[in-house]
């Protein structure tokens, strides 16, 4: 089986953008845009009804290949696909009808209902790209629909955008290339060469679309090909040792837990055998040991930048011992910083406090006890806030946060009635 380049689905978009300008020159699609450029051009034979024939063939040539270059990207190829392997589908021939129709709605709009065809192109042009997206995976019916333009124009965001100026920008550059070269240029070069430029187009502007797709697969639920086939070619030994454990805990729960307990000493370890960790360790009353592995996983989560699973993390420990507090400052500090953002303000209140008692000489002894004095008066505790910050200026009064933290008890003093 030959091997396939592949993507990386973490590119960023604007990024498939720039190097994607090299795609249309790649692999098979040279040769395909080439062959169809050339068959176009049978087109200036004088025969009556053959220039019609030859460019609905030709666009139907064209978007077959197009949408298996889409579909390919977006299974995770870096490569354009050998051939149109879909070639029995309708996808084509039901897109070209939706653009016709488009631009029919278009010229009529001025006429019927008033409105501008210009606004009605812009609008059209702007929901092509997922009506074509739509089409080449989830058929017609999907792609007539608009609520699933909306959905998924709203799960793609700002990309999509970023995907419908790369189009537009495209059409002018084709606009401009049938001006020059088609229009004012010589009848036959000049023409095959505005040919080859839209061709071209089309298919750098599938394998963006495809590319798009990859790259938010996760938020639409899509599973690319190539991911499958490499999780089919390398099993997940995790996944293995998992439930060779959980058929282990069914007579021997000791004997489980051992068994996880070497996995998670050789270092990074999925999240589902830390869960299952701690559920052994807790049917077994284990509690010494689940709070260590929690200060362990905690630290390693933060360094990982997935505070929001330490927080989870904290919380379970917090169960379990509501002393419990992370055992460093790099650890803890951020920790009590996301769960203020995050609107958890006891959890945040906890972790602040516990940061300035257990560390009160670090440089950031301060900015946590400002945040708990934050914290306090977001419970509704202004007493509580007051008297920390009188403390903290008593303290600290020559730290730089002692400004701030004599304006916060201002401004607690004018509107909770106490004392500053």
Same mark, same amino acid.
């Given at each position: 089986m030959p091997r396939h380049e592949l993507a990386d689905a973490s590119t960023p978009f604007g990024e498939r953008i720039r190097i994607g300008w090299r795609y249309p020159m790649r692999g098979a699609a040279p040769f395909t845009i080439g062959a169809i450029t050339l068959f176009e051009s049978i087109a200036f034979l004088p025969v009556t009804g053959l220039k019609l024939l030859v460019i609905g063939l030709g666009w139907m040539a064209l978007y077959t290949y197009a949408f298996e270059c889409l579909r390919h990207t977006a299974d995770g190829y870096a490569d354009p696909p050998e051939m149109a392997i879909n070639t029995t589908d309708r996808t084509s021939i039901a897109l070209i009808l939706i653009q016709l129709t488009g631009t029919a709605i278009a010229v009529l709009a001025p006429l019927v209902f008033g409105v501008p065809g210009l606004l009605v192109s812009l609008l059209f042009a702007f929901v092509l790209p997922v009506i074509t997206m739509s089409l080449a995976f989830d058929g017609v019916g999907a792609a007539l629909n608009p609520v699933i333009w909306v959905q998924a124009v709203a799960r %793609?965001?700002?990309? &999509?955008?970023? %995907? *419908?100026?790369?189009?537009?920008?495209?059409?002018?550059?084709?606009?401009?290339?049938? @001006?020059?070269?088609?229009?004012? !240029?010589?009848? *036959? *070069? !000049?023409?095959?060469? &505005? &040919? %080859?430029?839209?061709? @071209?187009?089309?298919?750098?502007n599938f394998h963006l679309m495809g590319a798009l797709i990859h790259h938010k697969h996760e938020v639409l639920g899509y599973q690319p090909e190539s991911m499958a086939i490499a999780a089919a070619a390398e099993p997940d030994d995790d996944g293995t040792l998992l439930s060779h454990v959980n058929l282990i805990a069914r007579d021997d729960v000791p004997g489980a837990t051992d068994i996880l307990t070497e996995r998670l000493r050789e270092g990074l370890a999925p999240p589902a055998l830390h869960l299952r960790y701690r559920e052994l360790l807790r049917a077994q009353q284990r509690l010494p040991e689940l709070l260590v592995h929690g200060q362990i996983w905690i630290a390693a989560l933060v360094v990982g930048g997935e505070t929001r699973r330490a927080l989870g993390v904290v919380q379970d420990c917090l169960d379990v011992d509501p002393s419990f507090l992370p055992d460093d400052t790099v650890t803890c500090g951020p920790l009590a910083d996301t769960a203020a953002h995050g609107g958890m303000s006891r959890l945040a209140l906890h972790l602040a406090e516990g940061y300035l008692r257990c560390w009160p000489r670090d440089m950031g002894a301060p900015h946590y006890g400002l945040l708990a004095t934050r914290m306090h008066d977001r419970l509704g505790q202004p007493a509580e806030a007051a008297a920390l910050a009188r403390r903290l200026l008593a303290d600290y009064p020559e730290h730089p946060l002692a400004r701030d933290i004599e304006a916060f008890l201002a401004t607690l003093a004018s509107t909770r009635n106490v004392s500053p």
């Open positions: %793609l965001g700002g990309s &999509y955008l970023m %995907l *419908f100026a790369m189009m537009l920008a495209s059409s002018l550059l084709q606009a401009a290339a049938q @001006y020059a070269m088609k229009d004012h !240029g010589p009848t *036959f *070069f !000049g023409t095959l060469g &505005y &040919y %080859l430029i839209a061709n @071209y187009l089309t298919i750098y």
